[in-house]
T-cell receptor, first 117, second 111 residues
Framework: DTEVTQTPKHLVMGMTNKKSLKCEQH?????MYWYKQKAKKPPELMFV???????INESVPSRFSPECPNSSLLNLHLHALQPEDSALYLC????????????????FGPGTRLTVL | QKEVEQDPGPLSVPEGAIVSLNCTYS??????FMWYRQYSRKGPELLMY????GNKEDGRFTAQVDKSSKYISLFIRDSQPSDSATYLC???????????FGQGTRLTINP
């Protein structure tokens, strides 16, 4: 299984709602990532988890709250979002977050398309 | 100045043409160079990666890295309509966790 799955595929939420995005991989990878991608822009890194611990937070607003319950799962909890947060949210995983001698390919999921009204 | 510069296009070529996609970068510490392909409404998929300078070939795709010029290229031979997508270059410092992406080039291959 070389797939990263993400649910839901689409999500529409109001600014007062609380929702969660889910990501799962069964490749035995120990690093997982959240990216945000606006239309016609490259992915922007939000968070990195390495061995289930948060290792990078790219100064993301606290209305985005990541969680890594185990090595296969990654969640992104959303609360009090703004319309400008509407984007494609991509999850990725790699064997390890960093390794001195080897490149670790990041496998991306299909993304959740989020619309904030 | 952005760390990685990539012409966003759009680029439109006829089927069968050779396509050349390019990125320049400013950080000489980058050592891993990747090309991702992203179809509309899908996640990026890795096409090729190169460590340090040199060429790498995989079927119709060739990646080139010129570290002295801080310039990388992706060539697509015998282009097909199914190659129509956005192509993103990405780079990484050895040992770092973060990929730095270019803007992405939107490519259309016309039958």
């Amino acid at each position: 299984d070389t797939e990263v799955t993400q649910t839901p595929k689409h999500l529409v939420m109001g600014m007062t709602n609380k929702k969660s995005l889910k990501c799962e991989q069964h490749m035995g990878h120990r690093a997982m990532y959240w990216y945000k991608q606006k239309a016609k822009k490259p992915p922007e890194l939000m968070f990195v988890y390495s061995y289930e611990k948060l290792s990078i937070n790219e100064s993301v607003p606290s209305r985005f709250s990541p969680e890594c319950p185990n090595s296969s799962l990654l969640n992104l909890h959303l609360h009090a979002l703004q319309p400008e947060d509407s984007a494609l949210y991509l999850c990725a995983s790699s064997q390890e977050a960093s390794q001195a001698s080897n490149y670790n390919e990041q496998f991306f999921g299909p993304g959740t398309r989020l619309t904030v009204l | 100045q952005k760390e990685v510069e990539q012409d966003p296009g759009p680029l439109s070529v006829p089927e069968g043409a050779i396509v050349s996609l390019n990125c320049t970068y400013s950080n000489s510490a980058f050592q891993y160079f990747m090309w991702y392909r992203q179809y509309s409404r899908k996640g990026p998929e890795l096409l090729m990666y190169t460590y340090s300078s040199g060429n790498k070939e995989d079927g119709r795709f060739t990646a080139q890295v010129d570290k002295s010029s801080k310039y990388i290229s992706l060539f697509i031979r015998d282009s097909q309509p199914s190659d129509s997508a956005t192509y993103l270059c990405a780079m990484k410092i050895q040992g770092a966790q973060k990929l730095v992406f270019g803007q992405g080039t939107r490519l259309t291959i016309n039958p």
